[in-house]
């Protein structure tokens, strides 16, 4: 059983910070009543559980660098975002790796994927859009965005690097 995750438009929800999952949610069109908007991040805050209580499931992210730089608030709660996604990326089971902004044109450029392997080794993918997500159980489709992942994590910075990266930018607040 393992999670894949590919972001280039946002922090994943699984690393996101309680301000920076508010921010995303108030700046959604439609607009939400106060009561969604709360049961959506009390939703999101609580599936970061699962990080924890799942410490031999692999969760691996890669996350475009524009999107750590893209402010969404004061600096402090830039500092906050950071610090959550440091400590949510430093279990052994979860890894955190960086596009630098250098690395140019990929295989991935066609958006965000997910690609989860169940306990009985199956893969599914999950590629997002404006307003839409579609499931993907094909296995040559799957097969596809593993390969692209794959080559993505190939361009990235290692995991020390990716995380030396984020303090960095904290740093620079």
């Known amino acids: ?8 438009r946002l922090v994943p929800g699984l690393l996101q910070s309680e301000a920076y999952a508010r921010a995303v949610f108030e700046g959604t069109i439609p607009l939400r009543t106060d009561e969604e908007l709360e049961a959506q991040l009390a939703a ?3 599936r970061q559980a699962m990080m924890r209580e799942r410490p031999t499931v692999p969760f691996r992210f890669i ?4 999107v750590f ?6 600096a402090e709660a830039m500092r906050e975002l950071f610090d959550h996604v440091l400590e949510r990326s430093a279990p052994r089971n ?13 295989a991935c450029l066609d958006g965000p994927v997910q690609i989860l392997e169940t306990a009985e080794g199956k ?4 590629s997002e859009g ?13 097969s596809v965005l593993c390969q692209r992942y794959d080559t993505l994590r190939s361009l990235a910075l290692n995991p020390k690097e990716s995380r030396d990266l984020v303090e960095r930018l904290r740093g620079e607040l």
């Open 1 to 8: 059983m393992s999670l894949c995750t590919y972001e280039c």
């Open 69 to 74: 730089r893209r402010r969404f608030g004061d």
């Open 63 to 66: 996350v475009e660098e524009h």
């Open 94 to 106: 979860v890894t955190l790796q960086v596009v630098p902004l250098e690395a140019g044109l990929h």
């Open 130 to 142: 404006q307003k839409n997500g579609r499931l993907i159980s094909d296995p040559k489709e799957v």
């Open 44 to 46: 999101r805050m609580e």
């Open 123 to 126: 893969r599914l993918g999950y």
